[in-house]
């Protein structure tokens, strides 16, 4: 049994509070760690330490605070075998999936190491008589960023990247589900070469969150989660005067017109809705067939294809997808299925009495599958965040549109279709953050910004590309006249002092 404390002023520091949560490996169900939780008095130590150390490395230059990174993609590279499978481990996710989520947060690290350019100012020579005016960005002293556990990799480096790299001290309170990941991360900084103090790992729960929304010298958290967190998140930390930007929940639709190619479709549709058992924000949860005709068409497909999913232990080379995060998770995610059935939906795959031989303890459920959802219903309305995937049925494509556009949340939405004009009027008209045409998981490369709209985030600024180091830099802008100076005066004959 491990167990995990924090990583402060570079070292693995031990809990003081007594308290501690369970880490589960989701594959057997069995306790693979006890991780501590912190008290604000802890929060507070990790602060102190980060504040020292961060004028050294904001006063280094940009390129040699790149070169750290540089460093530390090497050595991730090197241990990418052992950080997919602690991943896997602790969230539940299958290896490949767990090697995807390391990847798309080095990509914002490599993104990251063009911090001498993201960096850059403005000039304006002659701004007024002999005035010229320029700008430069400065970082923001110590700043914070709070995850979930669905991307224990990706989104960690999604914060600490760019914020690293502008010349900050980070103080990361990830997912106390999957601790081990985030705080690998802490050690291979080091090993990088990153000075002590500016990349801390506090362990915890809603005690530390709320002392990182406290703390005075914290000028901006970034967090990611769930909604209603999310929200409070953003509301707490902007009453304390702070830099705020929260991504919360989604429930992504996918709209197929009647002259999409269907097999295509529902290829999109069972990678998007069941990959990772559905515990991505950016995963399907909603398909919307226009015409009866291509709902029909469409069902064929999916019906056989959601009944044979493989569902296996994270560690397993061929399942499609793994166990759910706790068994709480799985119990939620079982008690939507209840809640659909009561409400009138169609359940055509019913996956909730799958159990893994051999491992019946994990918390495993198969996939289920919803036909003649409305809008009215609640597994329309809320995040079910498991592998279910429900079928609303449209009349027509502006029914199908309304449908995205009126629903709370807006992260990710994609249209199947051929034909040009549909796919541009929606890329248009959707009132989404992220969109896919004939691209189901529509999230952006690192150098572009990733953000969904609606109740999905809270603040102004997107994650990662040129928002990120917006978010994590302040701008001093300076107007400046000289004088006028020994030009003027220049003598050509050599001085004397008499
Ligand atoms: P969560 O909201 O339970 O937890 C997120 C973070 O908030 C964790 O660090 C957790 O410790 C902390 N937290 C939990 N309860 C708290 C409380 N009462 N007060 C203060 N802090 C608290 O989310 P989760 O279950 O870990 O992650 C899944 C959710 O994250 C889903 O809703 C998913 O859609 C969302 N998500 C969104 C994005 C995005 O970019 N929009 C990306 C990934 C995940």
Redesign the pocket.
């Known amino acids: 049994m491990r167990n995990y404390g924090h990583f402060i002023g570079g070292k693995h520091v031990a809990g003081q509070s007594g308290r501690t949560a369970d880490v589960f490996q989701p594959l057997d169900g069995s306790v693979f760690a006890k991780v501590a939780l912190a008290t604000k008095a802890e929060v507070r130590a990790a602060v102190e330490d980060a504040k020292a150390a961060q004028p050294a490395w904001a006063a280094t230059n940009p390129q040699r605070r790149a070169r750290v990174l540089m460093k530390f993609l090497e050595l991730c590279a090197r241990d990418n075998d052992k950080m997919a499978d602690l991943l896997a481990r602790e969230h539940g996710k299958t290896i490949p999936d767990a090697k995807g989520d390391i990847q798309r947060g080095l990509e914002v690290i490599e993104f990251s190491i063009g911090a001498p350019q993201m960096m850059k100012g403005e000039y304006t020579e002659g701004a007024g008589p002999g005035i010229d005016i320029y700008s430069m960005r400065q970082p923001l002293g110590v700043v914070a960023g709070?995850?979930?556990?669905?991307?224990p990799a990706m989104?960690p480096l999604w914060k600490a990247g760019p914020a690293i790299a502008a010349g900050n001290a980070f103080i990361l309170?990830?997912?106390?589900?999957d601790p081990g990941v985030p705080l690998m991360l802490a050690e291979l900084f080091i090993e990088a070469g990153l000075p002590p103090g500016i990349f801390n790992v506090v362990n915890?729960?809603?005690e530390s969150?709320?002392a990182v929304l406290d703390d005075p010298d914290i000028k901006a958290v970034g967090?990611?989660?769930?909604?209603?967190?999310?929200e409070?998140?953003y509301s707490r930390g902007c009453a304390n005067g702070k830099r705020v930007q929260c991504?919360?929940?989604?429930k992504n639709h996918m709209i197929i017109m009647p002259d999409a190619d269907m097999d295509q479709a529902a290829d999109a549709l069972i990678g998007a809705g069941y990959g990772s058992a559905g515990?991505?924000?950016?995963a399907i949860s909603v398909a919307v067939p226009v015409g009866e005709e291509a709902a029909n068409r469409l069902m064929e497909r999916l019906v056989p294809r959601v009944e044979s999913l493989k569902i296996g232990p994270s560690t397993s080379a061929d399942a499609d997808f793994g166990p759910l995060v706790t068994s709480q998770a799985l119990e939620r995610v079982k008690g939507y299925v209840d809640i659909g059935i009561k409400e009138g939906a169609k359940l055509v795959v019913d996956g909730r009495g799958f159990k893994m031989q051999g491992y019946e303890n994990g918390f495993y459920m198969g996939g289920c599958l919803f036909d003649n959802v409305t809008k009215e219903m609640r597994i329309y309305q809320e995040?079910i965040?498991g592998p279910v995937l429900s079928v609303v049925r449209a009349k027509t494509y502006n029914e199908a549109l309304s449908l995205a556009n009126d629903h709370e949340y807006g992260?990710g939405v994609a249209i199947y279709t051929r034909d040009g004009d549909a796919a541009r009027d929606f890329a248009a008209k959707v009132q989404v953050g992220m969109v896919g045409i004939n691209v189901p998981i529509p999230v952006p490369l690192a150098y572009y910004t990733?953000?969904?709209w609606k109740r999905?985030?809270f603040g102004d600024l997107n994650?990662h590309g040129p928002d990120a180091f917006r978010f994590y830099t302040k701008t001093k802008t300076i107007t400046s006249r000289w004088p006028s100076g020994i030009k003027d005066g220049a003598e050509f004959s050599i001085p004397t002092m008499g």
């Open positions: 709070i995850t979930p556990f669905n991307f989104i309170k990830p997912s106390e589900r915890g729960d809603k969150v709320d967090f990611v989660g769930s909604t209603s967190i999310a409070y998140v991504f919360g929940g989604a515990e991505r924000c950016m995040e965040f992260n990733f953000g969904g999905s985030s994650q």
